[in-house]
């Protein structure tokens, strides 16, 4: 059995995160949490599917290479077609001037699990945003 991390939410991820409308203009969906969460308690978990080479290329030729993830050995998640909360968080300093600021991050959990980690408090009903990287924003502006 997984060991709990100090800093897990105790409640299912559907139990306090929503999607709905970004408040960041052309964005589609974002992240919201009805509670209020806690600076460094983890929020969500990333969830995807582990793709091999061949399938990497065949999803960035076709355009369908948004929501991948380089992990720290070198294979590829993909979140796109799971069911997940974390993927639909928002970079808030992403394409463009927002009045928002990141307040999460994508780091590691204790058990190496991708995750999203509040940087902030963030208040209930608030959008939670994380940054994607420079590589992410090159590729995709």
């Known amino acids: 059995m997984p060991i709990q991390d100090k800093n897990t939410i105790e409640a299912l991820e559907d139990d306090y995160l929503y999607i709905q409308p970004s408040q960041i203009t052309n964005s589609g969906n974002?992240?919201?949490?009805?509670?209020?969460?806690?600076?460094?308690?983890?929020?969500?978990v990333f969830k995807g599917e582990i793709l091999s080479p061949t399938e990497i290329i065949k999803r960035e030729v076709k355009g369908e290479d948004k929501y991948f993830m380089v992990l720290l050995d070198g294979s590829v998640l993909d979140c796109m077609l799971t069911d997940c909360f974390a993927k639909?968080?928002?970079?808030?300093?992403?394409?463009?001037?927002?009045?928002?600021?990141?307040?999460?991050?994508?780091?590691?959990?204790?058990?190496?699990?991708?995750?999203?980690?509040?940087?902030?408090?963030i208040k209930e009903h608030q959008e939670i945003f994380c940054s994607y990287g420079q590589k992410y924003w090159k590729k995709h502006k």
């Open 88 to 121: 639909y968080a928002n970079d808030a300093s992403g394409l463009g001037k927002s009045s928002f600021v990141n307040n999460a991050k994508i780091t590691l959990d204790d058990n190496g699990n991708v995750c999203l980690v509040a940087t902030s408090t």
């Open 30 to 44: 974002g992240l919201f949490t009805a509670i209020k969460i806690y600076k460094d308690e983890i929020i969500a």
